[in-house]
């Protein structure tokens, strides 16, 4: 009998109440023994699949539905005490400035509109026809220089001044209003929420 044949030899042990058992040889080892477990375990590799396993739907489920439920929107209470005089009139200045630039671009371009549809000549022209008596006007009054850009627009700057500075004083003697009468009864309470 050669060394091989001693290798592959199989021992039968015997115990008394039970069938014999065949035991593998000594020189196996546990790394082989453990391979096949292995590779039965492992799920079948499939062309484009992962390496590492997917979680299965009902795991996945289970980590929504354990998850913290959705909290309603926090909200603020606060109350406004008081308004610098310094910051209104700075702030109602600017808004008063971009107003007046807005009312004089707008005065322009609604006159330059009306202009080429000759609806001042028309206006001149009725206002000289109810003057005139004889073909001689009957008033002092030169109706078509009422109508002259210059004038239009001019007087739409002087109104747009005007309002600059009226508006820009109310702001500051509203703000300085409001402050004494925040001290008196309390000041405006606001909630703010946040967005849902």
Same mark, same amino acid.
């Given at each position: 009998? *050669?060394? +091989? +044949?001693?290798?592959?030899?199989?021992?039968? !042990?015997? @115990?008394?109440?039970?069938? #014999?058992? #065949?035991?593998?040889?000594?020189?196996?080892?546990?790394?082989?023994?453990?391979?096949?477990? *292995?590779?039965?375990? !492992?799920?079948?590799?499939? #062309?484009?699949?992962?390496?590492?396993?997917?979680?299965? &739907?009902?795991?996945?489920?289970?980590?929504?539905?354990?998850?913290?439920?959705? =909290?309603?929107? =926090?909200?603020? @209470?606060?109350?406004?005490? =008081?308004?610098?005089?310094?910051?209104?009139?700075?702030?109602?200045?600017?808004?008063?400035?971009?107003?007046?630039?807005?009312?004089?671009?707008?005065?322009?371009?609604?006159?330059?509109?009306?202009?080429?549809?000759?609806?001042?000549?028309? $206006? $001149?022209? *009725?206002?000289?026809?109810?003057?005139?008596?004889?073909?001689? #006007?009957?008033? +002092?009054?030169?109706?078509?220089?009422?109508?002259? &850009?210059? =004038? $239009?627009?001019?007087?739409?700057?002087? $109104?747009?001044?005007?309002?600059?500075?009226?508006?820009?004083?109310?702001?500051?003697?509203?703000?300085?209003?409001?402050?004494?009468?925040? +001290?008196?009864?309390?000041?405006?309470?606001?909630?703010?929420?946040?967005?849902?």
């Amino acid at each position: 009998m *050669t060394a +091989d +044949d001693k290798q592959a030899e199989t021992t039968v !042990r015997v @115990h008394p109440g039970s069938s #014999p058992q #065949p035991t593998s040889p000594p020189s196996a080892s546990p790394r082989s023994a453990q391979a096949p477990a *292995t590779e039965q375990n !492992r799920a079948p590799w499939s #062309p484009g699949s992962l390496s590492s396993p997917q979680p299965s &739907p009902d795991a996945s489920g289970d980590k929504k539905g354990s998850g913290p439920a959705p =909290r309603s929107p =926090r909200k603020a @209470h606060l109350v406004l005490r =008081r308004i610098e005089p310094w910051s209104a009139m700075k702030f109602s200045f600017v808004v008063a400035l971009v107003c007046f630039v807005v009312l004089f671009v707008a005065v322009a371009a609604l006159y330059m509109v009306l202009s080429s549809l000759g609806v001042f000549d028309n $206006i $001149i022209q *009725t206002v000289n026809q109810l003057t005139m008596a004889d073909g001689k #006007p009957t008033s +002092d009054i030169d109706i078509a220089s009422w109508f002259e &850009p210059v =004038r $239009i627009l001019g007087y739409t700057a002087l $109104i747009g001044a005007v309002n600059v500075v009226l508006i820009t004083a109310l702001a500051t003697l509203g703000a300085v209003i409001y402050n004494i009468s925040s +001290d008196l009864v309390g000041g405006i309470e606001v909630t703010f929420s946040e967005a849902e």
